[in-house]
């Protein structure tokens, strides 16, 4: 590890953490386009990445950026974009090539208000959905959301390793409060890290011609002949359109991730024995909740908060799992994970939620929490 990897105890804002964790990982090459709230990550990534030896480069355009980073990648670089809302729209196109090649990346969107150009210096939650339905087409991927800078430090990291085990597109769906609070971050020393390598050819198992989820990754000019195309395409990865080809495909393609949920899926459980309302939340919207949660237990009521780490692939077994009374989800949007959180319940669920703009304030979730245990 070079010298200019940071180990030890920093104070940082979410996003400086973002980029270690990145550089911790092993990244060596970021293209990006600077928009706000996530401009920070590429300016400190333009300063960090020649230190330990990597690239960055300024791209035209956030397509072209997310085009840059698939490049990167299959010349062997573990790679990193970031960008907010409207960026995030127009990355769209090549994150279905991302998914449909197979090429492993991490895209880091700090969320702010929309839709169009919104509220470029304030928070939202409001991309969730976009980030599993953005592309068209069936697919699906690895979504985590960060309440803290040390979880951008430590999901950044994770988001690598996922990518790289999985050859998918990982997305570290930060938002505006989280990437530029200040707080403590512990990086650990090297001996304590651990890297997940892509898998790598092996002449003797294409030889024996058995099926994986995860097929190895051969990179331009290690001398083997490479195809990579968005068409849908057979297990040398030439193209062929026809139905047989895109029923396996696809299968494929969503199952090295809906058949490894166990691994991926993250979440943190607080006081959920017993509890006759659980609070569902995720990211900075999970800070608001578990005061709320705390507040509540002082009054006597019988909350416990469940924070999805995991965004994506959604933890569907979980929430039907949970035996509470109610279900309260609070977002920093109109409603959107709380969606899925409906799919899945099997008691009433009840949303708390805002267009965007400031913090949803634990007060809100406290008086949620208070109505729902009236009414039971």
Request: charged share 20%; net charge negative.
């Amino acid at each position: 590890m070079s010298k200019a990897v940071l180990t030890g105890e920093f104070f940082l804002s979410g996003g400086a953490a973002c980029v270690e964790g990145a550089i911790a990982a092993g990244c060596r090459f970021y293209a990006g386009y600077p928009i706000t709230p996530s401009s920070e990550i590429a300016e400190r990534m333009s300063r960090r990445l020649p230190q330990v030896g990597g690239h960055y480069l300024q791209m035209e355009d956030e397509p072209g950026s997310l085009a840059a980073v698939l490049g990167a990648s299959w010349g062997h670089c573990q790679v990193m974009t970031a960008t907010s809302g409207p960026g995030f729209s127009l990355m769209q196109e090549n994150l279905g090539l991302a998914v449909m090649t197979e090429t492993p990346c991490v895209i880091v969107d700090v969320q702010r208000g929309g839709p169009s150009t919104g509220l470029p210096t304030l928070t939202s939650q409001a991309d969730m959905m976009q980030a599993k339905w953005g592309s068209h087409g069936d697919y699906e991927l690895i979504a985590y959301a960060p309440q803290s800078p040390q979880e951008m430090f430590d999901l950044t990291f994770k988001a690598f390793n996922m990518a790289e085990k999985f050859r998918t597109p990982v997305l570290v769906m930060s938002d505006k409060i989280v990437s530029q609070m200040v707080e403590r971050v512990l990086i650990p020393a090297e001996k304590q890290i651990k890297r997940v390598e892509r898998r790598r050819p092996d002449r003797a198992a294409q030889a024996n011609g058995a099926e994986v989820l995860v097929p190895p990754m051969a990179c331009a000019g290690e001398g083997f002949a490479i195809h990579v195309t968005g068409l849908t395409h057979d297990e040398r990865g030439y193209p062929a359109i026809n139905v047989e080809t895109q029923q396996r495909l696809i299968g494929r393609l969503r199952g090295k991730i809906l058949q490894n949920g166990a691994e991926i899926i993250e979440y943190e459980e607080r006081d959920l024995e017993g509890a006759r309302i659980v609070v569902v939340a995720y990211g900075s919207t999970a800070r608001s909740a578990l005061l709320a949660c705390r507040l509540a237990r002082q009054r006597g009521l019988e909350v416990g908060l469940l924070r999805l780490i995991t965004v994506w692939p959604f933890p569907a077994e979980r929430i039907k799992a949970l035996r509470a009374e109610a279900l309260i989800v609070p977002e920093c949007n109109q409603g959107q994970m709380v969606r899925e959180v409906e799919r899945f319940a099997t008691c009433p669920v009840r949303p708390v939620s805002q267009a965007g703009g400031e913090l949803l304030a634990p007060e809100s979730i406290l008086k949620a929490i208070e109505e729902v245990a009236q009414i039971g």
